[in-house]
Each structure stands twice: as structure tokens, then as C-alpha cells.
DNA sequence: CGACCATTTGATATGGATCAAGCGATGTGG
DNA sequence: CCACATCGCTTGATCCATATCAAATGGTCG
């Protein structure tokens, strides 16, 4: 139970800092720990394996997932390049992790983070915030999955133009199965909804990771 | 049907220990603050308000929720005597929150508690604990808004009877259509599946409000 | 080219929503 | 004290969105 994660760190790629815009989470101790990479689909850690490391996305998609009692695949997440995750206030991780493909995280260990924290009032509010914005986005999802499979579809691909969008397109990193597990919906809906925005020229689809956004507003009016 | 403590809005009742058996969280400020009382049906407080208490029920129960565009509500979170709501990183509410029956609280005001987190790691660690059980409920309510009617219910007995039951017996503080909104479900199929587990003799309902836990073996495996 | 996998499309089934009515407890006014 | 209104809950009939089962299409890589 305890031990080996399969990570590997891997020597040092030269990873251009691939910062995002947003507010910088564990800004103090940012510069420290190294950085892992991991090849697609491959586990980055398991649910209820002690929290040994707590990551950030350098650069790829990460999600997290249980799988249920049925066999079904819940994905409680994706993260991207700027985002924080595998932080826990207990000592194991509540769920696993997969690169979706190829990742570059840089990781510091969570006993490190934790000890600063007990120092330092402002690393301590870090903590605070980085699970009060998983908390917000576990809320968000909590609305998502009882609307009607077009409003899901459309809040995910707001949700997505937002974090990688340029000019209206965005290149999706994840499957339709991702999405559908994200969703709470089948890969045939996820399929028929995208074609349904389509025929609506709502998005187009150039490809089928690749999606245009035509329409915003006719998007956002989905869920209003 | 006499089941609350007839507490009264008086006002300052040198309350005793309103000990959970749970962690007490704020402990280091649990001794400050003043109490309230809501009637029933009460505001406690209304989405997008700036969040200036923390509150601990210290008696009744408290449901928080939104309403979503389509004139529907979803319903957060129940909390119940021993739990903390109402506490947000920034300094607005996200959800409203309302007393479900005759509740008192003990709050705090967020100005208070903040302020005191900047001094005292310990207690910084404390709204880091408590933000991090509402994201694990959260994340376990996303986890059973994808499961079947008989699944959600089965959860929501569980769950309450861990909270409130004495000798397998509990009496919900909640109406048919607060459990509904809480489960994303009709009230119409809320009462059919009570009705279903009462003739399975998984449950016995001796009136609308109590609960008998008979089998709670069915009641786990329902989500096996 | 051919195998494989992800995605789309089609046909049908079904769980829960919706619409509608009935029932039992509680409270109110005549 | 009883007729009646109200409210929360249950039950019944029907409908519909999405799941399920099945097959076709298309892109990728050896």
C-alpha cells in the first residue's frame, strides 16, 4: 500500500516555463521541487495511495477519476497547465490520477508544503485557497450534472474556450469517453450533442478534437 | 409532531458545549461569538451576499442551495448541529442558506476569523480543514448524481442515519422536496423509491418523517 | 493495404419526469 | 364540533430524454 508510485522523474527537460496568466498558487515555495514527466494515460498517482507529492501542471491535461462500484468511470477533474492538484488535508489521495497525454508536472512533497504551512500564515492561505477553488468547481459540477446533456455539453465547452481557446478554437486534449465521464453522459450523447451543435452552427468541427466556437452567446444562453 | 428543542430566539443563552463528537473545528475561536435564532423557512443568509459570519448550528437544520435558471433549486448542502457553513475563501457567499426548521447558530463574524488566521497557523490549518470536508462532500455528492433514484436515496439514508439516527430510528428534519433538490430528483420519485424500499422491508416509514433503518446491509449494497 | 481504435449514426428500450388525481393530517371559521 | 380548506405526501398514467445495443465511418499507423 504504501511505496513506489510508478513516477519516475525524469531527467530534466527543459521545460519552458509554461506559466499561465492566472494567480500563481504555492507562490512561496514555487521554485521549489523538480519536475516529472509522464507519457499518455500513464497513472501519476492512485486513489487512497498516501499523498506524497502535490503537483502542478507544467504543461498537458491531467484528470482525476474513481471508478464506481458499476464499473463506471467518474472523472472528477481536468487539470491544466497552471492548475494544482493532488493536494489533500488527510495523508491519501481521494482520487487517482492519469496524464491524458504527454505531461510535464513540476511536484513538491506535500510533508514540505505542509511544514511551511505551520510557519507561515500566508503559505498556510494558499493551502486555503487551492481547495476552496476544488471546492468551487466540485459545486459547479454538482449544478452541471442536473441540467439536460446540451447545458452540460455547453457549460464544458464555455468552461474549455476559456482555459485554451485562441481565436475561437480550441484543440481538446481529452477523448469523448473523458468527456462523457466528466459529464455524467454516454459517448453516443457527447456524439449527437456536438453533431446537434453543429447542424446549429453553434461550433463547428473541423476535426473531431477541434472545436470553433461560432456562437458564444448562443452557448451561454443554453445554460441560462 | 413535537421533535424540535424548543429553543427560544432569547438572547444571549450561555450555551454549553455544543459538542459534536466530530473535530471541533474553529476551536481556537470557538468560545467567541454570539448566537442567532431562524424560524423556519428563515434567510440566513442569500447568495452573493457579502459573507460577513461563520456560522456552527448549534441546533435545528440548515439547508443551503441555489436556484438554477430554469426555476429550479438545487440544494447544497443539510447542516446539522456541530456543522460549519458559511464559510468562503473570498468574500461572498456562493449559495444562500436557510433554516430548515426553528435553528440556532453560533456565529462568528469572517473579519474575526481571518484575521486571526493570518497570526495563528493553527488556526489557518482550521479553514483549510473545514473548506476541504465541504469539497469531500462535494466531490461525493458529483459521485451520486450519476448513480440510479434507488442509489441516491439509499446514499441520502445512509448518511442521515450516520447523523442522526438513534437505535436505527431517525427523524428527518427535511421535506420530500428538500431531499428531492438535494438529490436532483423529483419528489414524485423520491416518495415512490421510499415506498419502494418499505415493501422490500429495507426501510420502515411509520410516518413521512421517520425513518426506520431495517436492512441496512440493502441499503449499502443498493450502491455495492 | 489492412487492422485497429475513436467517433458517429441508427434503432430501440427504459428510468425518471411530467401531468393529474387522491389521501391523510392539521388547522380554521361558522 | 364539524365542514372545509390547505398542505405535504403518495399513487397512477403517460411521455420523453438519454441509455443501450448495434453497425457504419473515418482516421492512424504498421
Same mark, same amino acid.
Given at each position: 500500500?504504501?511505496?513506489?508510485? &510508478? !513516477? ?5 527537460? &527543459? ?17 521549489? /521541487? ?11 498517482? /492512485?486513489?487512497?495511495? &498516501? ?12 484528470? %482525476? ?5 458499476? /464499473? *463506471?468511470?467518474?472523472?472528477?477533474? #481536468?487539470?491544466?497547465?497552471?492548475? %494544482? ?9 481521494? #482520487? ?6 504527454? $505531461?510535464?508536472?513540476?511536484? $513538491? ?20 485557497? !487551492? ?14 450534472? $442536473?441540467?439536460?446533456? &446540451?447545458?452540460?455539453?455547453?457549460? #464544458? ?5 476559456? *482555459? ?51 456562437? *458564444? ?8
Amino acid at each position: 500500500m504504501l511505496m513506489q508510485t &510508478p !513516477i519516475r522523474p525524469t531527467a530534466a527537460l &527543459p521545460v519552458t516555463a509554461t506559466v499561465s496568466g492566472r494567480p500563481v498558487a504555492l507562490g512561496a515555495i514555487e521554485l521549489m /521541487g523538480s519536475q516529472m514527466s509522464f507519457a499518455a494515460n500513464e497513472e501519476i498517482f /492512485g486513489e487512497n495511495e &498516501p499523498c506524497e507529492y502535490v503537483y502542478k501542471v507544467v504543461s498537458g491535461a491531467v484528470r %482525476t477519476y474513481k471508478i464506481l462500484a458499476d /464499473g *463506471r468511470r467518474q472523472i472528477g477533474g #481536468f487539470y491544466l497547465a497552471g492548475d %494544482t492538484f493532488g493536494l489533500e488535508v488527510g495523508t491519501e489521495h481521494h #482520487f487517482s490520477a492519469e496524464a491524458i497525454n504527454k $505531461v510535464v508536472v513540476r511536484v $513538491v512533497r506535500r510533508s514540505a508544503i505542509v511544514a511551511q504551512a505551520e510557519r507561515d500564515c500566508e503559505a498556510a492561505r494558499e493551502l486555503w485557497t !487551492i481547495t476552496a477553488r476544488e471546492l468551487k468547481s466540485a459545486q459547479e459540477r454538482m449544478l452541471l450534472l $442536473v441540467k439536460s446533456a &446540451p447545458q452540460r455539453l455547453a457549460c #464544458f465547452l464555455l468552461e474549455m474556450s476559456a *482555459r485554451l481557446a485562441v481565436a475561437n478554437t480550441l484543440e481538446l486534449p481529452m477523448s469523448r469517453q473523458d468527456i462523457a465521464d466528466y459529464l455524467g453522459l454516454t459517448i453516443e450523447t457527447v456524439s449527437r450533442t456536438l453533431t446537434q451543435l453543429v447542424s446549429d452552427a453553434t461550433i463547428g468541427l473541423p476535426t473531431s478534437r477541434r472545436i470553433v466556437v461560432r456562437n *458564444r452567446s448562443a452557448l451561454a444562453e443554453l445554460n441560462a
